[in-house]
């Protein structure tokens, strides 16, 4: 099933369990190499020299709704590995879903330590729902 909208979120609901923090918003999730695949309730984008990139959906995540429109609306949008250590050393961090679109993420806490993301890329981030309106696949 991997790569495909469906109704068992059982991976995602064990995983968000795992806090009860309310000051944390989402969780990354990760495959058993050890790669970004997704967060709990989102797909992930993130900001790496210069060039936004996604995580490729293999053989785990799901390819969501919104990750399809911008990625369609955004061509330049590499979709490859990520890892953890990318994601620590991401200029900014994305969260995209179809209910929420893309919300920029403003602090990352992992393994202890917390990565503030530079917040002058969050109007980038919005311009992800702006590109997937104009496309007529997003109501704003």
Do not use: Y
């Not at 979120?9 to 009860?20: D, G, I, K, S, T």
């Not at 309310?22 to 790669?35: C, F, K, Q, R, Y």
């Not at 911008?70 to 995209?96: K, M």
């Not at 393994?111 to 696949?137: I, M, S, Y």
Request: glycine fraction near 8%; include cysteine; hydrophobic fraction near 45%.
């Amino acid at each position: 099933l991997a790569g495909l909208k469906h109704l068992n979120r059982l991976e995602q609901v064990m995983a968000r369990a795992e806090w009860a923090d309310p000051s944390i918003a989402d969780g990354l999730m990760s495959n058993t190499s050890g790669l970004v695949v997704c967060a709990t309730s989102a797909n992930v984008f993130a900001r790496i020299n210069g060039r936004w990139h996604t995580p490729e959906i293999l053989n785990c995540g799901v390819a969501g709704v919104m990750r399809a429109h911008i990625l369609q609306a955004n061509p330049q949008i590499q979709v490859r590995p990520i890892s953890l250590t990318d994601i620590q050393n991401a200029e900014a961090l994305a969260l995209t879903n179809a209910v929420r679109g893309a919300r920029p993420v403003g602090v990352l806490r992992l393994n202890q330590r917390e990565v503030r993301f530079d917040p002058r890329f969050f109007d980038e981030v919005h311009g992800f729902n702006l590109g997937a309106a104009a496309a007529g696949r997003l109501a704003c």
